[in-house]
């Protein structure tokens, strides 16, 4: 981003992968890249921001939940994409 001269603000989407999960976590934690995404093999299940001041782990343990949810209701969590 620096030669291309711009900051994570410049971004609307950025999707960053690594082979260890949580280098990926701590990646997107740092860029200031704040979302957490769950889909199974057909479907998204999980689309969360985090919120102001909410720590990773929170961030997680909400992803978790909308999961839950996602499998007893079969709607999906999307906070990305509001209607």
């Known amino acids: 981003m ?4 711009l900051t994570v603000h410049d971004l609307s ?5 690594d ?5 990926e976590l ?6 200031g890249l ?3 995404t769950a ?5 998204s299940m999980a689309m969360l921001v985090s919120r102001e001041g909410e720590t990773l782990t ?3 343990k909400r992803l978790d939940r909308a999961i839950g949810r996602c499998y007893e209701t079969d709607e999906p969590a999307d906070e ?4």
């Open 2 to 5: 620096e030669a291309a001269q």
């Open 13 to 17: 989407f950025a999707e960053v992968h």
């Open 19 to 23: 082979c260890i999960t949580i280098a």
């Open 26 to 31: 701590l990646t997107d934690e740092a860029m």
């Open 34 to 36: 704040r979302a957490a």
């Open 39 to 43: 889909a199974d093999s057909h479907n």
């Open 58 to 60: 929170s961030l997680l």
């Open 80 to 83: 990305i994409n509001p209607l």
